[in-house]
T-cell receptor, first 115, second 110 residues
Framework: DAGITQSPRHKVTETGTPVTLRCHQT?????MYWYRQDPGHGLRLIHY???????DKGEVSDGYSVSRSKTEDFLLTLESATSSQTSVYFC??????????????FGEGSRLTVL | GENVEQHPSTLSVQEGDSAVIKCTYSDSASNYFPWYKQELGKRPQLIIDIRSNVGEKKDQRIAVTLNKTAKHFSLHITETQPEDSAVYFC?????????FGSGTKLNVKP
């Protein structure tokens, strides 16, 4: 397995509280992604990063922000969690991007429950 | 964003039979089409991929076909085994972004 870890793996929080999920990689891959997985929707892209301090929005970015201050860490923040953000969140990394895509390596996932 | 439609959503086959999962898409700029397998409670993992300059690719019991004109690609699993039971996702890549289908839950009955 690629060196990618997510923390926390499980979190229960209340509506309106801030939440930060961390993705840490040891592969020195340039591209990092945050996805959420919900039944019937597959994996939907929230935000991605193509380098340190370079990020962009995905399909479902409303209510989420990200930061990448170093190559190995990509943080996903829910400023004020809502019940609709209850989901399993996956971080993924890839060595290839721009015009030519390459294999995505996924973390183990973070299960977030917002009460 | 890109629209990827995946069918069927569930598929049940007898061990030894073949399974076929199909995905259609709308953006002709996509050039990389991977397939991921996700076992229950685990992370998705790449099982096979194909690029737009290739029509078919095989890896043992798994094959993927791509028809760029018709904008669809398919996963074929032959001689299915119980360990093939999982959720399978098609995906496509378009300039830094991967878009996934909604998944197919494959159940292989012994």
């Amino acid at each position: 397995d690629a060196g990618i870890t997510q923390s926390p793996r499980h979190k229960v929080t209340e509506t309106g509280t801030p939440v930060t999920l961390r993705c840490h990689q040891t592969e020195n891959h340039r591209y990092m992604y945050w996805y959420r997985q919900d039944p019937g929707h597959g994996l939907r892209l929230i935000h991605y990063s193509y380098g340190v301090k370079d990020t962009d929005k995905g399909e479902v970015s409303d209510g989420y922000s990200v930061s990448r201050s170093k190559t190995e860490d990509f943080l996903l923040t829910l400023e004020s969690a809502t019940s609709s953000q209850t989901s399993v969140y996956f971080c993924a990394i890839s060595a290839r991007g721009l015009v030519e895509g390459g294999e995505l390596f996924f973390g183990e996932g973070s299960r977030l429950t917002v009460l | 964003g890109e629209n990827v439609e995946q069918h069927p959503s569930t598929l049940s086959v007898q061990e030894g039979d073949s399974a076929v999962i199909k995905c259609t898409y709308s953006d002709s700029a996509s050039n990389y089409f991977p397939w991921y397998k996700q076992e229950l409670g685990k992370r998705p993992q790449l099982i096979i991929d194909i690029r737009s300059n290739v029509g078919e690719k095989k890896d043992q019991r798994i094959a993927v076909t791509l028809n760029k004109t018709a904008k669809h690609f398919s996963l074929h699993i032959t001689e299915t085994q119980p360990e093939d039971s999982a959720v399978y996702f098609c995906a496509l890549y378009n300039f830094n972004k991967f878009y996934f289908g909604s998944g197919t839950k494959l159940n292989v009955k012994p």
